[in-house]
């Protein structure tokens, strides 16, 4: 079973569509019962889009990963 850290380090592969299928269903089943987890997946992905339609790029900009990955996690 993945735990929280696992599931945050593989959050942006996971939102990339770079996991293996094994991998997404750990992470979904993951995210299907973990509450923070799940919020943070909705938040990241909301980011990704609004990049996405911005950039017209399919990957967020290293810098703007960075920078999501030093908020604050509550
Ligand atoms: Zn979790």
Same mark, same amino acid.
Do not use: W
């Given at each position: ?16 569509? %770079? &996991?293996?299928?094994? @991998? ?8 299907? *019962? /973990?509450? !923070?987890?799940? %919020? &943070?997946?909705?938040? @990241? ?8 339609? *911005? /950039?017209? !790029? ?17």
């Amino acid at each position: 079973m993945s735990d929280c850290n696992e599931v945050t380090e593989q959050l942006y592969e996971y939102l990339d569509r %770079e &996991l293996s299928t094994e @991998e997404v269903c750990e992470v979904q089943a993951h995210l299907s *019962r /973990c509450p !923070s987890c799940f %919020e &943070l997946e909705r938040f @990241e992905s909301g980011v990704i889009k609004l990049v996405r339609r *911005r /950039c017209g !790029s399919e990957r967020a900009p290293e810098h703007l990963r960075e920078r999501l990955l030093t908020v604050p996690r509550s």
